[in-house]
Nanobody, 123 residues
Framework: QVQLVESGGGLVQAGGSLRLSCAAS????????MGWFRQAPGKEREFVAG????????YYADSVLGRFTISRDNAKNTVYLQMNSLKPDDTAVYYC????????????????WGQGTQVTVSS
C-alpha cells in the first residue's frame, strides 16, 4: 500500500515563498512519476507540476511556470514543491500524487493521492 503525506503548507503574504514536501511510503517510489495538484474553494482540482521518475524531466502548468519548482529525492522517498513569488490566486489545498504514466497532467491518470496541505496567500 502506498501512502503519500504532504507537509509545509501555511499562511504567507503575497510575494513570499513556501516549500511543500510529500513523503511517500513504498520501495518503488523512484519508479513513478510524481505530481502536485491544487484545489481552490469552488474550483476543480488542477495540475500544478510533475516530475519524471528520475527527476530529470519536469513540467508545469502555465500559471506557475517560472515561480514554482518541483524536485524529488528518491533516496528519501520525497518530492518537493518550492513556491516563490506567491499570489493570492495560489491559495488552495495542495495535493501530491503518483502516476505510472509518463508526464501526465490529467488527475485521472494518478492512482495514489495524499490528504493535502493548505496554502493561503494573503494580499
Amino acid at each position: 500500500q502506498v501512502q503519500l503525506v504532504e507537509s509545509g503548507g501555511g499562511l504567507v503574504q503575497a510575494g513570499g515563498s513556501l516549500r511543500l514536501s510529500c513523503a511517500a511510503s513504498g520501495r518503488t517510489f523512484s519508479s513513478y512519476t510524481m505530481g502536485w495538484f491544487r484545489q481552490a474553494p469552488g474550483k476543480e482540482r488542477e495540475f500544478v507540476a510533475g516530475t519524471s521518475w528520475r527527476g530529470g524531466s519536469t513540467y508545469y502548468a502555465d500559471s506557475v511556470l517560472g515561480r514554482f519548482t518541483i524536485s524529488r529525492d528518491n533516496a528519501k522517498n520525497t518530492v518537493y514543491l518550492q513556491m516563490n513569488s506567491l499570489k493570492p490566486d495560489d491559495t488552495a489545498v495542495y495535493y501530491c500524487a503518483r502516476s505510472t504514466i509518463v508526464s501526465p497532467r490529467d488527475s485521472a491518470l494518478f492512482d495514489y493521492w495524499g490528504q493535502g496541505t493548505q496554502v493561503t496567500v494573503s494580499s
